[in-house]
């Protein structure tokens, strides 16, 4: 009798795996009867509709039915410890590992789609309320923050609304951050004033005011306008606006087309407007600039 091959010895011993070596001998190891299953699932096992049926039977006789498992803070830290920095397949072993990565991939990408959500819109609406003004750093923490923002950033890199998320929503989106943009762009002017130091003009102005002692306020807010901004000297006492403008950036002779709008919109509001050139105000002496003001304050 031939030596048998490793396949016929499986088929005729079951549970025991034989080795031969190159002298001839033959070895018989016991080995686990589950030896056969290895890496296999158990509709590979025992087939698609035994497994069910073994599922169905498991599922109903679980000790666990209705219930939700509850895990103690300390058992939860062992576990994060023990399984941080580890993939599936470190986890669960290669197959299972493989299974629930692929898994995962579909569950995130059906979520983002709004297809067999994941989540209720109850805890999303809770989700979304607890992340609500935090950075996404402050959420998952500083190094894996870093590592989905930079995922995010390749991702997103040279891509339009339109292929992140379609026509009708690009659309809503655009519209909404042009207006939250318009409105930040004007809070943001309230507060800063530009330019930071005032005009070799403005500063001639503003003492000939003082000589002639008139009060003023400089680059006061008017916010009474549609287009809102800051003018260069505001006299609260004769409801006039002065305004010092340069020749070059404001265009003289013809002026600026947001300047004749501004201008229109401070009188429609019962406003009276001087405007100044910057050449005018170069050699203009005091007295020639109080007959201006009485001119305009009639």
């Known amino acids: 009798m031939g030596v048998p091959s490793l396949e016929t010895v499986k088929t005729r011993f079951g549970s ?69 920095g580890k993939k599936y397949e470190e986890i669960y072993g290669l197959i299972r590992g493989k299974k629930l990565r692929q898994l995962k991939k579909e569950q995130i990408v059906n979520g983002f789609n709004d297809k067999n959500k994941i989540t209720s819109d109850k805890t999303r609406q809770k989700m979304s309320k607890a992340k609500k003004g935090k950075s996404v750093e402050e959420i998952w923490g500083e190094e894996r923050g870093k590592q989905i923002r930079e995922k995010w950033s390749k991702r997103l890199k040279n891509k339009t609304y339109e292929e992140l998320y379609g026509k009708e929503k690009a659309e809503e989106l655009k519209l909404r951050h042009s207006v939250t943009m318009k409105q930040g762009i004007k809070d943001e002017r309230i507060v800063i004033i530009c330019p930071k130091q005032d005009t070799t003009i403005e500063i001639k102005i503003q003492k000939y005011l003082e000589i002639l002692g008139i009060e003023y306020f400089t680059h006061k807010y008017m916010k009474e306008i549609e287009h809102s901004y800051r003018c260069d000297i505001l006299i609260p006492s004769l409801n006039l606006v002065i305004e010092t403008d340069g020749d070059h950036w404001h265009k003289y002779p013809i002026g600026n087309d947001m300047d004749h709008i501004r201008t229109k919109e401070l009188i429609e509001k019962g406003f009276k407007v001087l405007r100044l050139w910057e050449f005018e105000i170069r050699k203009m002496t005091i007295e020639q600039f109080n007959k201006k003001l009485n001119e305009v304050s009639k």
């Open 16 to 84: 025991l795996d034989i080795f031969i070596e190159e002298s001839g001998f033959i070895f018989r190891v016991p080995v686990n009867p589950m030896y056969q299953f290895k890496g296999k699932t158990l509709v590979e096992r025992v087939g698609k509709e035994k497994a069910e049926a073994m599922k169905k039977k498991m599922k109903e006789n679980s000790f666990l039915k209705g219930k939700t498992r509850i895990f103690s803070k300390e058992t939860k830290e062992k576990m994060s410890k023990v399984r941080k």
